[in-house]
Nanobody, 129 residues
Framework: QVQLVESGGGLVQAGDSLRLSCAASGRTFSRSAMGWFRQAPGKEREVVGG????????AYADSVKGRFTISRDDAKNTVYLQMNSLKPRDAAVYFCALSTRYSRSSYYVERDRSSYDYWGQGTQVTVSS
């Protein structure tokens, strides 16, 4: 069984930076593509971006491209979301997710919500203007 625990959320001002972490339990992390999603009140959960199993490939939603960066540290079973130049519209609950599509290429970035099998409980990010 895999458990994902996000941390690092909080209240920041527009233009500030924040780094979210997601720690995974279990032995599957290094074989798994990881993703970050977010959900604002009254809206559907949307993809923020993802990182491949080998950490070489990343992909981002257009709304965060150039401002957010995803990385991973397999020695720590942790994936990170570095968020710079935060805007009020970035405010949401942020979730990390793990995909067990082990047969995928190590360079493949999962982009669909349906490709992820395990989810964290989420961490709140609030951005004041």
């Amino acid at each position: 069984q895999v458990q994902l625990v996000e941390s690092g959320g909080g209240l920041v001002q527009a233009g500030d930076s924040l780094r979210l972490s997601c720690a995974a339990s279990g032995r599957t992390f290094s074989r798994s593509a990881m993703g970050w999603f977010r959900q604002a009140p009254g809206k559907e959960r949307e993809v923020v971006g993802g990182i491949s199993k080998n950490g070489i490939s990343t992909a981002y939603a257009d709304s965060v491209k150039g401002r957010f960066t995803i990385s991973r540290d397999d020695a720590k079973n942790t994936v990170y979301l570095q968020m710079n130049s935060l805007k009020p519209r970035d405010a949401a609950v942020y979730f990390c997710a793990l995909s067990t599509r082990y047969s995928r290429s190590s360079y493949y970035v999962e982009r669909d919500r349906s490709s992820y099998d395990y989810w964290g409980q989420g961490t709140q990010v609030t951005v004041s203007s």
